[in-house]
């Protein structure tokens, strides 16, 4: 990649909840922009950190034993094999950064899964 990303312009794409898209990759990493509105599946990634980072409104990410409640400018890594649920209210929009190949609900198929999140 050689052009600066502008997120607001590429978050401005898309209106669906809970479809990372691709905005970036680095180191074997990719580095994607979700739109969040509600609960998630109760999930965890066996080999994987994952990283939030709150763009716009109030992210919480729940585990069995706490939660964590994000605004805007935080951002919290979820521990490889630590079980999760991101919870949004309100839309929330997010940025993450996470190994390439990384499945969105981790170890849980569901309606919500992304076998190949698209690049934008």
Same mark, same amino acid.
């Given at each position: ?48 950190? !994952?990283?939030?980072? =709150? ?11 706490? /939660?964590? #409640? @994000?605004?805007? $400018? ?8 630590? !079980?999760?649920?991101? =919870? ?11 190994? /390439?190949? #990384? @499945?969105?609900? $981790? ?14």
């Amino acid at each position: 990649m050689t052009d600066k990303v502008n997120l607001q312009d590429k978050l401005a794409l898309f209106s669906d909840h809970w479809r990372p898209r691709i905005v970036g990759e680095l180191n074997g990493h990719q580095v994607k922009l979700a739109k969040l509105k509600g609960e998630f599946v109760w999930h965890r990634h066996e080999h994987e950190d !994952e990283m939030f980072l =709150v763009l716009k409104g109030t992210l919480v990410i729940r585990m069995r034993d706490r /939660a964590v #409640t @994000l605004q805007p $400018g935080e951002m919290y890594i979820v521990p490889r094999d630590t !079980e999760h649920q991101p =919870v949004a209210d309100d839309e929330v929009h997010v940025l993450l950064v996470e190994p /390439a190949g #990384t @499945l969105n609900t $981790g170890d849980v198929r569901d309606a919500l899964t992304v076998d190949r999140p698209s690049t934008i």
